[in-house]
């Protein structure tokens, strides 16, 4: 099993096309985050959490699920970085493979040192962007490979069958 660990923060903080929206709205940057990295579970079949720092926000931690994204916000007083590594700690087996996507340095070698492999947020986009590429090719390829009827007919009876199929 693949698990990708997100410093949530750090990513949209990386990302150049994420930095305008944090700055005008904050919430709607997470939430985009969050959309884009439920597509790459939905893709990649692995398992995703994100984690944001809320330690200098007074409070317990928050762990909720969000299109089917596993979102941890941590508790007071500790980082998104500190909670990375306890999540390594607790879900590192022989089956399970870790990635952390950050782009802080420090944090890269510290959980590449425990066992978990490292992606940087400039990679994430990367691979994401490939990901969106093909879900669009594959859409495309799908709609071209739609079976046509052995019988021809005009467009005004192909789009009246085609209601009636969808029970409009």
């Known amino acids: 099993m693949d698990i990708l660990l997100v410093d949530g923060y ?4 990386a990302w150049k096309e994420m ?15 969050i959309d884009r990295m439920a597509e790459y579970q939905a893709y990649t079949g692995w398992k995703v959490v994100i984690i944001f720092d ?3 926000v007074p409070g317990q931690e928050t762990i909720t699920k969000q299109s089917r994204v596993e979102v941890i916000y941590t508790k007071e007083n500790e980082t998104a970085d500190e909670r990375i590594e306890r999540v390594i700690k607790k879900l590192k087996n022989v089956k399970t493979q ?39 090719l594959d859409i495309k390829h799908s709609i071209q490979k739609k079976t046509k009827s052995k019988i021809p007919l005009n467009k005004e009876i192909e789009e009246l069958f085609e209601k009636w199929r969808r029970g409009l």
């Open 19 to 33: 930095q305008e929206l944090r700055t005008n709205d904050f919430a709607a940057a997470r939430s985009q985050l």
């Open 54 to 56: 809320a330690h200098l």
């Open 10 to 13: 750090n990513v949209i903080g």
């Open 98 to 136: 870790i990635h952390v996507a950050t782009s802080d340095g420090t944090e890269q070698w510290t959980v590449f040192s425990q066992g978990a492999l490292r992606k940087s947020s400039r990679e994430l986009l990367i691979e994401l962007k490939n990901i969106e590429r093909q879900i669009s």
